[in-house]
């Protein structure tokens, strides 16, 4: 048979998501262009990432905002909406930090869930100490699930740029550093 362009082919062509100036380092900090991709190695401990790679979106908004919450939570929630600043990322995670995530967001949930259930049980028997301890467990089950599943978090983002921190050393280590 001989060679057809077959007008419903993938393309062959490889991108390297490391090819021009897209990516660099800032100290801890992880500094991309806005739209760029990152390379396919976890963020975590730079070992090659578990495919698929799930694309997520990051909000930042300035700092100075959070002042509003010690007035109203209300008042702070409806503004950091209104001045928040988007972007998309796709960090890669190797099989241990993916699982790692997961179990962080079983934790987070399956406790919330159970801590619930304490505070329902103390509240219908009259034990004020279960219930209590149902608002710990649900407090603590909450943080932990916040912690176990961040991967990276919004440094700044402006038009151009994007900066994230949360990614460990030797993945920045391979990455130029910034002069800009």
Request: proline share 7%.
């Amino acid at each position: 048979m001989t060679d057809t362009l077959n007008p419903y082919a993938p393309p062959k062509a490889t991108l390297d998501p490391l090819s021009g100036d897209n990516l660099w380092r800032d100290g801890k900090i992880l500094i991309m262009r806005q739209g760029s991709t990152l390379p396919p190695r976890c963020v975590k401990c730079n070992e090659p990432a578990e495919l698929p790679i799930k694309r997520r979106k990051v909000y930042w908004h300035e700092p100075w905002i959070y002042v509003l919450a010690i007035f109203c939570l209300l008042l702070y929630a409806l503004m950091a909406l209104l001045v928040r600043k988007p972007a998309m990322i796709a960090p890669g995670l190797c099989s241990i930090h993916r699982k790692r995530h997961w179990l962080g967001i079983a934790l987070g949930w399956g406790g919330s869930a159970l801590a619930l259930f304490l505070m329902f049980l103390g509240g219908t028997n009259d034990h004020f100490a279960l219930m209590l301890l149902g608002m710990v467990v649900f407090l603590g089950m909450i943080l932990a699930g916040i912690i176990l599943t961040r991967i990276l978090q919004p440094d700044r983002i402006d038009k151009d740029f994007v900066r994230l921190k949360g990614c460990c050393q030797a993945f920045l280590d391979t990455l130029p550093q910034f002069h800009g």
